[in-house]
Structure formats: structure tokens, C-alpha cells
């Protein structure tokens, strides 16, 4: 299915300029206003009215119901995008532009001879962007952890960084009682937002709050995960408790620390 943007007084400012745009998804609701999703020239999910849009292919065949995403109407959705989907709760999310949806659509982009923009190679596709941005959130997330910490003796703090040699990891940052152990990577998910919830969570006085601050720190930590994940370890030592995801040849940390 293909469609053009009609208005050409505005396709810049829209950033659709090009002759013509893949329908990636497509629905039905029960008032026959339909629902057309495409990509803009950012590789951004979009969902232009139907009134200016011209259709100029109408071919559902390389497409598949999935009417769970469109709240139990009839849904449509490209087939060679389904596997980059799951998980997700409905074709709302597609359209959150936030790093964690964009990294984990971004494969289907690279894979299929999309023009990518210097901006989303910059941001999306930028490890480095990430790590900065992890970087800036904990300087919040640690914050928070010791309003619970402020009459004591000590703190608990997050610190996030990479490496691209686990031995030489373990032996220049958890130097003396180190314990290793390594997890099953079927359970990556799990076992890395219980990490998360254990060291961020203040169930006690602020319960709602703390379960959103660790579901971005997790997505904003799982949205460098474009490829595989090859293995997970955690390591712990008398005053570090790490969790160590390895993927591309890269060790990704995740530690929480005791300082005085």
C-alpha cells in the first residue's frame, strides 16, 4: 500500500517530500475512519488524516491482521515489521518518538534501504548519545536513592559505563571478593528491571513514582540493545553489586556502589 501527502504547501514542514510513502500500517475503526501509519522523512512514525493523503496502491498483501494493536478493531500491519513490535501494547506506541521506541524500530529502517538522516545516526544509532543520556539521568535517579540514605553514614549511587574486555573489567573495577555469576539471557528483561527496582525503588514513601523512574532507567538503558544480547553476568563484591550485559563485544555496567 502506497500513499501521497497532498498538501504541497506544506510537505517540508512535515518533512514529506518524497513522491510517495510505504504504508507500514493500516486499520479500521467502527465509525470507518481509517488510520494510516507511514514514516516521515525523519523516520518518524506518523498518522496523517486520510483527507490528505492520496491513496495510489492499495495492496494489503504483504500485510497481516493485528487487530490487538488497534484496541480490538481491524489493523493491518506490514509483515516485515511485526517482529520489531512485540511487546508492544498498541500502534499508539509506534508513534512515541522517544529513544527507546526509535532504537527498537530502528533495525527495520537499516534493514530495509531507508535513507537514514545524519540526525538519526547521530541520536538513535549513537551509542555514545545514550550513554550520555543514561549518564545525565543518574545524576537525578542518584539524587532520589539517598533522600532515602541523607541521615546515614554513607550512599548508594548508579554508575553506568562500558567496557570491551570483561576480564579487564572485573579486575581494574572490582579488585578484591569479587563473586561472579552468569545469567540466563532468555531472562534479560527480568532479571535487569529487578536489578534496577532493588537500587531505585522506594517502595515505602514514594511507591508510584520510583516504578517510573525504573522503568526509564530501563528503557533508556535497553534501547542500546539494537543487536542481540550475547550474555548477562553480575558481579558482586563487598561494595558493588554490577549487572553486565555483553553484546557486539561490548560489556555494558550497570553498578551500584557504596561510597562513604
Not at 80 to 95: A, C, H, M, P, R
Not at 120 to 125: E, K, M, Q
Not at 179 to 197: E, H, P, R
Request: with cysteine; aromatic share 16%; glycine share 4%.
Amino acid at each position: 500500500m502506497k500513499v501521497k501527502y497532498k498538501l504541497d504547501d506544506r510537505k517540508k514542514e512535515a518533512r514529506l517530500e518524497k513522491e510517495y510513502y510505504e504504508v507500514l500500517a493500516y486499520g479500521i475503526f467502527d465509525d470507518q475512519r481509517k488510520v494510516y501509519l507511514i514514516v516521515n522523512d525523519d523516520l518518524h512514525f506518523i498518522e496523517p488524516d486520510e483527507s490528505v493523503l492520496d491513496i495510489i496502491e492499495n495492496d494489503l498483501t504483504n500485510f497481516e491482521r493485528k487487530d490487538d494493536l488497534n484496541y480490538g478493531k481491524t489493523f493491518f500491519l506490514n509483515k516485515s515489521l511485526s517482529d520489531f513490535v512485540i511487546g508492544f501494547e498498541n500502534y499508539s506506541q509506534l508513534k512515541i518518538n522517544n529513544i527507546w521506541t526509535l532504537s527498537k524500530l530502528s533495525k527495520y529502517f537499516t534493514g530495509n534501504h531507508y535513507s537514514i538522516p545524519d540526525k538519526y545516526r547521530d541520536t538513535v544509532l549513537s551509542v555514545n548519545y545514550k550513554m550520555n543520556f543514561i549518564e545525565g539521568y543518574l545524576m537525578f535517579a542518584n539524587s532520589y536513592i539517598n533522600n532515602k540514605n541523607r541521615d546515614s553514614n554513607y550512599r548508594d549511587e548508579l554508575f553506568f559505563y562500558r567496557s570491551n574486555n570483561f576480564d579487564a573489567l572485573v579486575s581494574e573495577i572490582f579488585k578484591e571478593g569479587k563473586k561472579i555469576a552468569q545469567l540466563d539471557t532468555q531472562n534479560y528483561k527480568s532479571l535487569l528491571k529487578a536489578f534496577i527496582g532493588k537500587h531505585l525503588y522506594d517502595e515505602i514513601a514514594n511507591e508510584s513514582k520510583s516504578m517510573g523512574l525504573c522503568t526509564q532507567l530501563f528503557n533508556l538503558i535497553d534501547s542500546i540493545f539494537i543487536d542481540t544480547i550475547d550474555n548477562i553476568h553480575t558481579i558482586e563484591t563487598f561494595y558493588d553489586e554490577c549487572f553486565v550485559i555483553e553484546s557486539q563485544k561490548e560489556f555494558y555496567c550497570l553498578n551500584k556502589s557504596w561510597v562513604s
